[in-house]
């Protein structure tokens, strides 16, 4: 099976702006989550999708937005960027269940300069 | 509310030396515990998971114990290598959770 998808792999914007990344899951995947990386709090969970709903929300301004389409693929939004939203997204395609697991893409890096 | 706790990096050891990165966790009811590590440029990878007391969940070397008595899931591998050189990250899934909280993560550099 193709592992997870994530476009783009590098994004520069400037403050201000809006972002979108879209990611990938595993097929036959319901379930994603998204994370932001960054050195200084690590990794957070921002928020995740089962069949299209949003069931889990993290701690992160109304500025960061998501969807998830009928096939799964998942899409996060940024609007007016500030300077702390330069991190690294992570999106990861969930095993649900007893046997829970999470596989990670290779994540998008977007710096905003 | 939920959390992990690892020991603080950087970590550096000699190749063939023996590797433990210390796990504990704060959570109510019977979380499943996780190890995951990120190759530099790259996602994580899940490394082993354990989802009840006593279990051990053990990958390409590596193990960790779920001890329920002392909250902990310590990561250990007997013999390092250069290629383990990488961001270790614990986690749990809380009971009835559907997202993984993670440790601040450890970072470990094998020298040859």
């Known amino acids: 099976k193709a592992g997870v998808t994530q476009t783009p792999r590098y994004l520069i914007k400037t403050r201000g702006q809006q972002v979108t990344l879209s990611c990938s899951p595993i097929?036959?995947?319901?379930?994603v989550s998204w994370y932001q990386q960054t050195p200084g709090q690590g990794l957070q969970f921002l928020f995740e999708y089962f069949s299209e709903t949003q069931r889990n929300k993290g701690n992160f301004p109304g500025r960061f937005s998501g969807r998830q389409f009928s096939n799964s693929r998942s899409e996060m939004n940024v609007s007016t960027l500030e300077l702390g939203d330069s991190a690294l997204y992570l999106c990861?395609?969930?095993?649900?269940?007893?046997?829970?697991?999470?596989?990670f893409g290779p994540g998008t890096r977007l710096t905003v300069t | 509310g939920d959390s992990v706790t690892q020991m603080e990096g950087p970590v550096t050891l000699s190749e063939e030396a023996f590797l433990t990165i210390n796990c504990t966790y704060t959570a109510t009811g019977y979380p499943s515990l996780f190890w995951y590590v990120q190759y530099p440029g790259e996602g994580l990878q899940l490394l082993l998971k354990?989802?009840?007391?006593?279990d051990k969940g053990s990958n390409k070397g590596f193990e960790a114990t779920y001890r329920k008595e002392t909250t902990s899931f310590h990561l250990e591998k007997g013999s390092v290598q250069v290629s383990d050189s990488a961001v270790y990250f614990c986690?749990?899934?809380?009971?009835?959770?559907?997202?993984?909280?993670f440790g601040q993560g450890t970072r470990l550099t094998i020298n040859p």
């Open positions: 354990a989802t009840k007391a006593d």
């Open positions: 986690a749990l899934l809380g009971q009835g959770a559907q997202k993984l909280v």
């Open positions: 097929s036959g995947h319901r379930s």
């Open positions: 990861a395609s969930n095993i649900l269940g007893e046997g829970y697991e999470q596989y």
